[in-house]
Every structure is written in C-alpha cells, then in structure tokens.
C-alpha cells in the first residue's frame, strides 16, 4: 500500500500543544465525554505506536517509508506488545460505564490483551493473535508464531 502512502512532509506534519492548552483541551474533552450518553471509541495505529507497533502513514509509518524505499528501522511483534496507557485507559472508562462500544482498525490484539471486554470492541480487521476453535466458538489469545 506504499502507493496510499502521503506524499509531502505537509501531510505527515505532526502537532503539538502547549502545556496549557493541552490541558484546557483535555478538560473539554473530559467533561464532553462525563457529559455524553452514548461514547464510542474509534481507534486505528496511533493508539499502538508507543507500544513499539508502527503506525502505516506517519513520518515513520510502514507505508510512508516504503514508498520512499525504507522500512521501519525497529517494530515490536504484536505478540510480544503491551498494551499502552491509552489502552488501559479505555478499559477504565468503560469500566465506570462511560465507554459504551470501542471500534478498532487494528489487527495486534492489544485491546483484548487490555483486558477490554470483546462483547463491546469490534475489531474491524481482526485480530491476528486470535484462534477460535471451529468445533465450539471458543476463543484464545496466542502468544506465539503459527504458521
């Protein structure tokens, strides 16, 4: 997909806060989020890159970085990832009820190795450290390669 990849530095342009209107920021957002009766999360790559997993269109995502004839210089195995404090994050919230329903982009497993229940996450492309059992539905998180 090195072909979807953004094409000048404009379009990977990261952005950064003060301090100040960080907080005033978060404050809003905190008090949107206390405030609403039906708060869904929607997450993709980002929520994983501090967990060593790279993101796809960042400055140093997957494809950026292909189209330019690179590769990520280093990347955590999503077997061997830990979930991030955004991660554990979300299962606070819905923990106290405020997070109703979590949508994620993402295949590495790290909402489920949260601890996120699975009847309220929709992994959209699935989980590729998850087995299902074709006799019985039961599900297991695999920690090892398979082939």
Known sequence: MAFSAHKDAEQVREFEADEKTLEKQAAQ??????????????????ISTSAGIPDFRGPQGVWTLRAKGEYPKSSTSTLS???TKGHMALVEMEKKGLLKFLISQNCDGLHRRSGFPPEK??????????????KCGKEYLRDFHTR
């Open 81 to 83: 990832a830990v979930p």
């Open 121 to 134: 996450l929709a992994e959209l492309h699935g989980n590729s450290n998850l087995d299902r059992c074709i």
């Open 29 to 46: 957002l905190a008090q949107w989020i206390k405030d609403s009766k039906h708060f869904v999360v929607f997450t993709g790559a980002g």
